[in-house]
């Protein structure tokens, strides 16, 4: 009997590979309507395993992501990366966090601060705005119990009503649309990614506007009066859903120049900062994490030193 076994299957939702050993069952799924057939899991991937393959079709359609079974194996680092949680990896349907707990791989920031107390009795500004619907905004009465009209309520009823705003943070890849929305400031968001996304429309195809038809946000790439395409790079995430499907390698440039995660000091992490951003920008990130580790060194010998 062979050690373990495995399999592909490849739906039109979904795409699972998996490992079946004699005591452990390892597993992938990516979930394709959440997938935007971005960048970053390809260029996270340290064993070049997952891959994004461009679509034959006359009208844009995102790339498919596709994983190479005989060269996963199951790290989890994709998983840990994505911005849009579309890809689970688990060991015996439990998530795979060993990197994170070993430190070998540093947890992606997703800073999403809501402070319900500011949101207005009667406003859904944010719900409305977000682009992938992972918003809902509820309301309850002093009594706990759900109001969905406040309208018909007196002064004081309206006074007492609760507001909750939940916020599916696992899917959601901090565009800032929503803080954008809010009218009272109730939202602060910081994006996973920073960078600089550049067009250059002289190198762009005639009538090419694949990019702003594919990128997942919508206003952040728009068709100017004369045909180009603009970037508003205020609700970007630097995904590069949009290089992915561009005709022409040099048309649009995506720098990535920080990821928003959890510090440590890992060769795993280094490699992976690396393909994810520039190697300037990598390195600025390595000297400055080198730079607070001997602050923090330090810092914690004068304390020694007082006590």
Same mark, same amino acid.
């Given at each position: 009997?062979?050690?373990?076994?495995?399999?592909?299957?490849?739906?039109?939702?979904?795409?699972?590979?998996?490992?079946? $050993?004699?005591?452990?069952?390892? &597993?992938?799924?990516?979930?394709?309507?959440? !997938?935007?057939? !971005?960048?970053?899991?390809?260029?996270?991937?340290? +064993?070049?395993?997952?891959?994004?393959?461009?679509?034959?079709?006359?009208?844009?359609?995102?790339?498919?992501?596709?994983?190479? $079974?005989? +060269?996963?194996?199951?790290?989890?680092?994709?998983?840990?990366?994505?911005?849009?949680?579309?890809? +689970?990896?688990?060991?015996?349907?439990?998530?795979?966090?060993?990197?994170?707990?070993?430190?070998?791989?540093?947890?992606?920031?997703?800073?999403?601060?809501?402070?319900?107390?500011?949101?207005?009795?009667?406003?859904?500004?944010?719900?409305?705005?977000?682009? $992938?619907?992972?918003?809902?905004?509820?309301?309850?009465?002093?009594?706990?119990?759900?109001?969905?009209?406040?309208?018909?309520?007196?002064?004081?009823?309206?006074?007492?009503?609760?507001?909750?705003?939940?916020?599916?943070?696992?899917? !959601?890849?901090?565009? +800032?649309?929503?803080?954008?929305? !809010?009218?009272?400031?109730?939202?602060?968001?910081?994006?996973?990614?920073?960078?600089?996304?550049?067009?250059?429309?002289?190198?762009?195809?005639?009538?090419?506007?694949?990019?702003?038809?594919?990128?997942?946000?919508?206003?952040?790439?728009?068709?100017?009066?004369?045909?180009?395409?603009?970037?508003?790079?205020?609700?970007?995430?630097?995904?590069?859903?949009?290089?992915?499907?561009?005709?022409?390698?040099?048309?649009?440039?995506? &720098?990535?120049?920080?990821?928003?995660?959890?510090?440590?000091?890992?060769?795993?992490?280094?490699?992976?900062?690396?393909?994810?951003?520039?190697?300037?920008?990598?390195?600025?990130?390595?000297?400055?994490?080198?730079?607070?580790?001997?602050?923090?060194?330090?810092?914690?010998?004068?304390?020694?030193?007082?006590?």
């Amino acid at each position: 009997m062979a050690p373990y076994k495995n399999s592909k299957q490849d739906f039109s939702d979904t795409l699972t590979i998996e490992w079946i $050993l004699q005591i452990k069952n390892y &597993k992938l799924t990516l979930d394709k309507h959440r !997938c935007v057939g !971005c960048q970053i899991c390809s260029l996270a991937c340290p +064993k070049e395993a997952v891959k994004a393959e461009k679509q034959a079709n006359e009208t844009p359609s995102k790339p498919k992501i596709d994983v190479d $079974l005989t +060269k996963c194996n199951f790290c989890g680092i994709c998983d840990i990366t994505c911005p849009f949680g579309a890809i +689970k990896v688990t060991i015996d349907n439990v998530p795979n966090n060993t990197l994170i707990k070993k430190e070998s791989y540093p947890a992606i920031n997703r800073v999403i601060n809501i402070d319900s107390k500011k949101c207005p009795k009667n406003c859904s500004d944010c719900e409305i705005a977000c682009p $992938l619907q992972l918003i809902k905004v509820s309301r309850a009465g002093f009594d706990g119990k759900p109001i969905n009209d406040i309208c018909g309520l007196s002064p004081i009823e309206k006074q007492r009503v609760r507001v909750t705003v939940d916020i599916q943070k696992e899917y !959601c890849p901090t565009c +800032k649309i929503c803080e954008s929305a !809010c009218p009272s400031k109730a939202l602060k968001i910081t994006k996973i990614f920073e960078g600089k996304l550049t067009i250059n429309s002289t190198k762009c195809p005639s009538n090419c506007h694949n990019c702003a038809e594919i990128c997942p946000i919508p206003n952040v790439l728009t068709v100017n009066p004369n045909g180009k395409v603009t970037v508003n790079e205020t609700y970007c995430l630097y995904c590069g859903a949009c290089k992915n499907v561009c005709p022409i390698e040099t048309a649009l440039i995506i &720098k990535r120049t920080k990821v928003s995660h959890k510090r440590i000091h890992s060769g795993t992490w280094n490699k992976a900062l690396e393909r994810l951003t520039s190697g300037r920008d990598s390195v600025k990130e390595l000297k400055a994490a080198a730079s607070i580790k001997k602050r923090n060194i330090v810092l914690k010998r004068l304390q020694d030193e007082i006590n």
